[in-house]
């Protein structure tokens, strides 16, 4: 692994601290998956980020912060079901997109009249931002910490693959409990949108809006990971209904293709010779191993990634968003 990562704790979280202050490019663990964050406030340090990934400028970033008192200096005419959802769920795997205010550059929104906020719950995420706060720090713009359309990190190890020395500093907190991005709501007025289903889930949502966020339409604000392909392995990767999937594993066989899957349910073939993955049959666990998996199958050397479709079900809907996006092409 490369020389910049390091494990997360009070010594070197100040000297991510530092390096953020100073206009650096430092990654770090969230609940959901690995951020790689710089000064929210400093639109070159903001400029890094989209370099180093390798993200078009236009694509806006989620702003982290300590906590939500800070929400005010990012986001302008917060409306009360916005508030509700900040008391409800953060510090946690949520994402607010509201309209800006005056700190929020065109370098973090894109050059869009809103601004993306969040509280993370992680630990080390949080002492980051308080060491930062602590140096005059506003807050901490993070993607995840992934080249742009790759899979998205949950270990030091896929940020180290991904990015290396193009970030200052890899702070090490372990792999990630949720393992898939926040969702995100965004506000049009009082009407909340869901714009991206992630480790929170809808239900909770709707239970303190007291109905279900919109689906949003053409017009409502951009969102990177709303592309059809995005979250790809390399290797060309397709969803197989469980029942079909020996099937096509004796079709593949025969055109002497390796494959690698990703199952859940499914036996594996007695005479199935590439890599094979079961994963938990739980909607919360698969979603914690999806990307690490994803990451393994595709290191396999394989030509293609067979995965079991998850079950239609609500507890599904953020790995189905996502696998759909995994297997577009
Ligand atoms: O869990 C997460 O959200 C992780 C961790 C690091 O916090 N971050 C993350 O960032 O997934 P990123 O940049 O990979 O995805 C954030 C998404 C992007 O699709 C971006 O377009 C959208 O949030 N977004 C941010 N600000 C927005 C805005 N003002 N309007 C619409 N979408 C916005
Ligand atoms: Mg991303």
Request: aromatic residues 4%; contains cysteine.
């Given at each position: 692994m490369s020389a910049n990562v390091v494990a997360a704790n009070a010594g070197s979280i100040e000297r991510?601290?530092?390096?953020?202050?100073?206009?650096?490019?430092v990654a770090f663990p969230t609940e959901t998956v690995y951020g790689l964050g710089a000064d929210a406030a400093n639109p070159a340090a903001v400029r890094a980020i989209f370099a180093?990934?390798?993200?078009?400028?236009?694509?806006?970033?989620?702003?982290h912060l300590p906590d939500a008192t800070h929400l005010d200096a990012w986001a302008r005419d917060v409306p009360p079901g916005a508030r509700a959802l900040a008391r409800a769920f953060w510090p946690g795997p949520?994402?607010?997109?509201?309209?800006?205010?005056?700190?929020?550059?065109?370098?973090?929104?894109?050059?869009?009249?809103t601004v993306?906020?969040?509280?993370?719950?992680?630990?080390?995420?949080?002492?980051?931002?308080?060491?930062?706060?602590?140096?005059?720090?506003?807050?901490?713009?993070?993607?995840?910490?992934n080249r742009y359309g790759h899979v998205s990190p949950t270990t030091?190890?896929?940020?180290?693959?991904?990015?290396?020395?193009?970030?200052?500093?890899?702070?090490?907190?372990?792999?990630?409990?949720?393992?898939?991005?926040?969702?995100?709501?965004?506000?049009?007025?009082e009407r909340a949108l869901l714009m991206r289903p992630g480790g929170l889930g809808v239900d909770a949502i709707?239970?303190?809006?007291?109905?279900?966020?919109?689906?949003?339409?053409?017009?409502?604000?951009?969102t990177s990971g709303s592309h059809a392909s995005h979250y790809a392995p390399r290797t060309a990767a397709f969803l197989v209904d469980a029942h079909a999937l020996a099937a096509e594993l004796a079709r593949l066989a025969d055109r002497d293709e390796d494959v690698a899957v990703l199952a859940r349910t499914a036996p594996r073939p007695a005479e199935f010779e590439g890599r094979w993955i079961d994963a938990p049959r739980d909607a919360e666990a698969y979603a914690r191993d999806l990307y690490a998996n994803l990451r393994a199958l595709d290191?396999?050397?394989?030509?293609?990634?067979?995965?079991?479709?998850?079950?239609?079900?609500?507890?599904?809907?953020?790995?189905?968003?996502?696998?759909?996006?995994?297997?577009?092409?």
């Amino acid at each position: 692994m490369s020389a910049n990562v390091v494990a997360a704790n009070a010594g070197s979280i100040e000297r991510a601290a530092d390096e953020l202050a100073r206009g650096r490019l430092v990654a770090f663990p969230t609940e959901t998956v690995y951020g790689l964050g710089a000064d929210a406030a400093n639109p070159a340090a903001v400029r890094a980020i989209f370099a180093a990934k390798g993200r078009p400028p236009d694509h806006p970033l989620i702003v982290h912060l300590p906590d939500a008192t800070h929400l005010d200096a990012w986001a302008r005419d917060v409306p009360p079901g916005a508030r509700a959802l900040a008391r409800a769920f953060w510090p946690g795997p949520l994402t607010l997109v509201l309209p800006r205010a005056p700190l929020a550059s065109d370098e973090v929104t894109g050059g869009q009249d809103t601004v993306g906020v969040r509280v993370p719950a992680h630990p080390v995420a949080r002492e980051l931002l308080a060491a930062f706060a602590a140096r005059g720090g506003h807050g901490i713009a993070a993607p995840s910490a992934n080249r742009y359309g790759h899979v998205s990190p949950t270990t030091a190890a896929h940020v180290a693959d991904d990015l290396g020395e193009r970030v200052a500093l890899i702070l090490d907190g372990g792999p990630c409990d949720v393992g898939i991005e926040s969702t995100i709501v965004a506000f049009d007025g009082e009407r909340a949108l869901l714009m991206r289903p992630g480790g929170l889930g809808v239900d909770a949502i709707a239970h303190v809006l007291g109905r279900a966020p919109g689906s949003p339409s053409q017009g409502a604000p951009r969102t990177s990971g709303s592309h059809a392909s995005h979250y790809a392995p390399r290797t060309a990767a397709f969803l197989v209904d469980a029942h079909a999937l020996a099937a096509e594993l004796a079709r593949l066989a025969d055109r002497d293709e390796d494959v690698a899957v990703l199952a859940r349910t499914a036996p594996r073939p007695a005479e199935f010779e590439g890599r094979w993955i079961d994963a938990p049959r739980d909607a919360e666990a698969y979603a914690r191993d999806l990307y690490a998996n994803l990451r393994a199958l595709d290191a396999s050397p394989s030509d293609a990634i067979l995965i079991e479709a998850p079950p239609d079900e609500a507890a599904w809907l953020a790995v189905r968003d996502r696998l759909a996006r995994a297997t577009h092409r």
